[in-house]
């Protein structure tokens, strides 16, 4: 059984900063890919970063250079610094992790319930 959590979301202002924390749990043997993706009111969920164990990253474009995703392999931890907020950022932030586990014996996508984040001006 594999759980993914995040926390830390919240209202900020307008050009302020949050930082998302997402831990994944349970019978892991590796994980791949840990990233995020957000979903706006009335908007298809989007990705929003993501980063692989060779230490690869992709962001979209909207949020390079604002965001930055890091990973800490010994805690199955992933965390998204997100500055310069803009109102358009508001949204559902879900954490995802691509995961190997020894009682699947596969590779298995796994989710977080998402936390929201508002920005306001």
């Known amino acids: 059984q594999v759980q993914v959590m995040e926390s830390g979301g919240g209202l900020a202002q307008v050009g302020g900063s949050l930082r998302l924390s997402c831990a994944a749990s349970?019978?892991?043997?590796?994980?791949?890919?840990m990233g995020w993706y957000r979903q706006a009111p009335g908007k298809r969920r989007e990705l929003v970063a993501s980063?692989?164990?060779?230490?690869?990253?992709n962001y979209e474009d909207s949020v390079e250079g604002r965001f930055t995703i890091t990973r800490d392999n010994t805690k199955n931890a992933a965390y998204l610094q997100m500055s310069s907020l803009k109102p358009e950022d508001t949204g559902v932030y879900y954490c995802?992790?691509?995961?190997?586990?020894?009682?699947?014996?596969?590779?298995?996508?796994?989710w977080g319930q998402g936390t929201q984040v508002t920005v306001s001006s």
């Open positions: 980063l692989n164990s060779g230490g690869g990253t």
């Open positions: 995802y992790a691509y995961i190997y586990t020894d009682s699947t014996g596969r590779w298995n996508e796994y």
């Open positions: 349970g019978s892991i043997f590796s994980i791949a890919v």
